[in-house]
C-alpha cells in the first residue's frame, strides 16, 4: 500500500460479469488505494467475480446509479475519487498520469478521453465510432472521472436523478464555479450492444431526462430528446461519421418515448424522492 496511488477508485455495476473482470484488473494494474464496487442487484455472476479484485463490495438496493455514486463517495478514505464505469479498460499508468495531471492543472477533476472497443456488430461499431465523434463535454465524464473528494461531497448526487445524475452533478458544480477537464489518457469503452441493448438504454436514458427536466426545467430544450438528436446528427453528418446516425436516430425515438413515458410515471406514479412540483425553467 506504500506505493498506492491516493485514490479511491468507485465502480459501480450491474450484471456486468462480461466485462467486470477486464475492468477491475485495470484498475488494480493502475495500484490504487482502494477499489469500492457498488453493485445494483446484479442476477449474475458479477459479484462473484468482483471479490477477487476488492472486498470493499456495496450494494446500491437496487435504487440506482445515482445513490450508488454517493454511497460509495462517502464511505471512500482517499481525498481523491476516481470513478470508473464497469464497460471501461484503463491503460497502464491512466491514474498516475491523470493525477499528475489534474494537481499540475489546478483544477476540481479531470477525466479521460474514450475510444470505442467494440469491433464486432454494426451497433458496437457505430456506437464506436460515436465515441470517436463527439465534442468534449464541459463537466465531468463519470465512466472514467479524476474528482477532488471534497467536491463531490459538496455537491453530491441526487437520487431521484438516475440515470443522469453526472448531468445533474455537473449542473450544479459548474454553477458553483468548478471548472473541469480533459486528460491526454484514453481509455478504452467495451460495449455490449445489439439493437435490443439500444433501445432499451435508450428508453432508460429518456426516462432519466424527464427526471432531469422535472428538477431543472421542464422548458430547457437540452433536456428534450429531439434537441440534442438533431445536434449529433449535425455533429456526425460534418465529421463524415455516418454510422452514428443511426444511433441518433433512434435516440430521438425511443429516449422522446422514454421521456414521455417517464413524466406520466412521475404524474401518476411518483417515487417518494420526487420534488413536490415541476420546475418550469426555460433555456437551452
Not at 215 to 226: C, D, E, Q, V
Request: proline fraction near 6%.
Amino acid at each position: 500500500m506504500e506505493d498506492s496511488l491516493p485514490l479511491s477508485v468507485i465502480v459501480c455495476a450491474r450484471n456486468a460479469e462480461k466485462t467486470i473482470s477486464l475492468c477491475l484488473e485495470s484498475i488494480r494494474m493502475n495500484n490504487p488505494w482502494e477499489i469500492i464496487l457498488v453493485d445494483g442487484n446484479s442476477t449474475d455472476k458479477t459479484v462473484a467475480l468482483a471479490a477477487g479484485f476488492t472486498r470493499n463490495i456495496l450494494s446500491d438496493q437496487g435504487r440506482g446509479t445515482s445513490f450508488a455514486h454517493q454511497i460509495g463517495s462517502e464511505i471512500a478514505s482517499q481525498d481523491y475519487i476516481m470513478f470508473v464505469d464497469a464497460d471501461v479498460e484503463l491503460p497502464p499508468e491512466a491514474f498516475s498520469r491523470m493525477f499528475a495531471e489534474l494537481k499540475k492543472s489546478g483544477l476540481e477533476g479531470i477525466y479521460a478521453q474514450t475510444e470505442g472497443a467494440g469491433r464486432g456488430n454494426f451497433w458496437e461499431k457505430a456506437a464506436s465510432d460515436f465515441l470517436s465523434c463527439r465534442p468534449s463535454p464541459a463537466g465531468i465524464w463519470f465512466g472514467a472521472g479524476l474528482v477532488k473528494r471534497e467536491i463531490v461531497l459538496k455537491y453530491g448526487f441526487d437520487s431521484f436523478i438516475s440515470p443522469g445524475d453526472d448531468v445533474d452533478f455537473n449542473r450544479r458544480a459548474l454553477s458553483g464555479g468548478c471548472v473541469f477537464g480533459v486528460s491526454a489518457v484514453q481509455v478504452k469503452h467495451h460495449h455490449r450492444t445489439t439493437f435490443q441493448n439500444v433501445v432499451r438504454q435508450y428508453i432508460w436514458y429518456g426516462k432519466g431526462r424527464s427526471r432531469l427536466a422535472w428538477k431543472n426545467g421542464l422548458l430547457i430544450l437540452r433536456f428534450w430528446p429531439p434537441f440534442p438528436a438533431v445536434y449529433g446528427l449535425v455533429y456526425s453528418l460534418g465529421h463524415f461519421k455516418f454510422r452514428p446516425l443511426s444511433l441518433h436516430l433512434l435516440a430521438l425515438v425511443f429516449q422522446s418515448w422514454g421521456m414521455v413515458c417517464g413524466l406520466a410515471e412521475l404524474v401518476f406514479s411518483p417515487p417518494p424522492d420526487r420534488p413536490p412540483r415541476p420546475c418550469w425553467k426555460w433555456g437551452i
